[in-house]
């Protein structure tokens, strides 16, 4: 785990799935999971709800990084996530990265893929509508 107060914090949930910042894209967070037993769901695949819990880290961990950046640390709290699954997760690493698409005074819209061999490729997106107070 980093610094309390750096952006690229993991919840306990993220480090229990092995989620990890392996790098930056455009100044946002570049997450990664390997496969693994405890992103298993049907044998040789992600688990959707892993597949969704890379995306939403994905998806906080942007966020973060974009109000830390703008001098402001407000708490998070979700209003919704739709997670679109588009193609079954195989047995290798998945990588995830956020965009904020609106970044307000009060609430904040992002854009989300993960993708495995090839980023024009996604296997899951989704869009998250976080209010900040």
């Excluded at 994905?58 to 109000?67: D, E």
Aim: proline fraction near 7%; glycine fraction near 10%; aromatic fraction near 6%.
């Amino acid at each position: 785990m980093t610094d309390p107060a750096s952006p690229h914090e993991l919840t306990a949930y993220a480090l229990s799935l092995g989620i990890a910042v392996c790098g930056e894209d455009n100044g946002m967070p570049l997450l990664t999971v390997e496969f693994g037993p405890t992103v298993e769901g049907r044998p040789g695949h992600f688990h959707g709800g892993a597949t969704a819990g890379l995306l939403e880290t994905a998806g906080y961990a942007a966020l973060r990084t974009a109000l830390l950046a703008a001098g402001r640390d407000p708490q998070l709290k979700p209003i919704n996530i739709t997670v679109q699954y588009l193609a079954a997760g195989k047995s290798r690493p998945t990588f995830a990265l956020g965009r904020i698409t609106r970044l307000g005074r009060r609430n904040a819209n992002i854009a989300v893929e993960a993708w495995q061999d090839d980023r024009e490729r996604p296997i899951a997106t989704a869009v998250m509508n976080i209010l900040m107070v």
